[in-house]
């Protein structure tokens, strides 16, 4: 058994379904269903008896310690979080009480568990954590890719709070001795990703006949990872990583946001072609640029690699393929997403 938080969004939830495709050790999935958690991306799940998802709030100590002591996991995989930039430079509060206090609660009830287990359940337990390359900050044009002993420069209020909630990890391994192993990943892609994050918002909006906004120049890089990557390293990590240790996960793969933004186009004109056969990227439009936008991100995950012998499956090439193929093909998804549906089923479902 194990315990996963935010495992109804976009990463959790692929991590979810790619962990019962290849196994049966069930899973508890504790997630608060904000607006960026879809029950609906568990649909095929239902009726499941290897999967439990339970609405609650990471910071819900009595819920939490509830949980571990019902079903005794022998790992927590900490997906839960407020996850996008622009939201945090809109509110803050949310982020800070989330991704730090939550998580400081969650390390907490997690420590309370762990500490009263029997020797070897205690050896053997861990508690992984999912962060983000941008807690490092933001890189010039010819700087190294970040490695997992760069300095943490976060620049918003996102990257600050995953920052925080980082330190707050390795300080409950220092302090405490609980069994921590953190990831610190480059931008993901891939299906179930909410379209308000770039290569979604794109694909959504190109077939919706509607502006494809590029902020500033588009000319900021960030190093894509295919969210099924993403889950195997984890994986990974959880299976052999060092305690204590932290792995970057990337896949090498630095694009500039409008070459994203024209390969997306391409593909869509390819395989979707538009009615009037113009092409998808006469759709672009330049918008103001973010506040305190990063630059660059570049991961090096050569500890990754050399320690655990992880490599990424997919190119850049045939991930982006599959992720717009996949929203071609799941429209029913995106129209529940954007249109509310999903909320008020999550309001019957869990009220
Ligand atoms: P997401 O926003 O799609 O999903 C977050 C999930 O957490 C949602 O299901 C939400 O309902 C849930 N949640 C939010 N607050 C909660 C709380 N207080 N208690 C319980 N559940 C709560 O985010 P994502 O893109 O899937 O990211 C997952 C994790 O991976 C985050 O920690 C994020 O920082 C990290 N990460 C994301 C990326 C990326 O490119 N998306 C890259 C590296 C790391
Ligand atoms: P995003 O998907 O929000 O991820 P992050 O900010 O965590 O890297 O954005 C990826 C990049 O795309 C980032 O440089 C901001 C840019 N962007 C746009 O140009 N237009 C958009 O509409 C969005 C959502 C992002």
Known sequence: MILVTGGAGFIGANFVLDWLAIQDEPVINLDKLTYAGNPETLQSLQGDARHTLVQGDIGNAALVSKLLATHQPRAVIN???????????????????????????LLESVRGYWSALPADQKAAFRFLHVSTDE????????????????????????SASKAASDHLVRAWHHTYGLPVLTTN?????????????????????ALAGKNLPVYGDGQQIRDWLYVKDHCSAIRRVLEAGRLGEIYNVGGWNEKANLEIVHTVCALLDELRPRADAKPYKDQITYVTDRPGHDRRYAIDARKLERELGWKPAETFDSGIRKTVQWYLDHPEWVAHVQSG?????VQKQYA
Request: glycine share 6%; with cysteine; hydrophobic share 30%.
């Open 185 to 205: 990943c480059s931008n993901n892609y891939g299906p179930y990703h909410f379209p308000e994050k770039l290569i979604p918002l794109m694909i959504v909006n």
């Open 341 to 345: 549906a999903y909320r008020d089923w």
């Open 79 to 105: 997906f839960a979080a407020e996850s996008h930039v622009d939201r945090s430079i809109h509110g803050p509060g949310e982020f800070i009480q989330t991704n730090i206090v939550g998580t400081f609660s």
């Open 135 to 158: 807690v490092y900050g933001s890189l010039a044009k010819d700087d190294p890719a970040f490695t997992e002993s760069s300095h943490i420069e976060p620049n918003s209020p996102y």
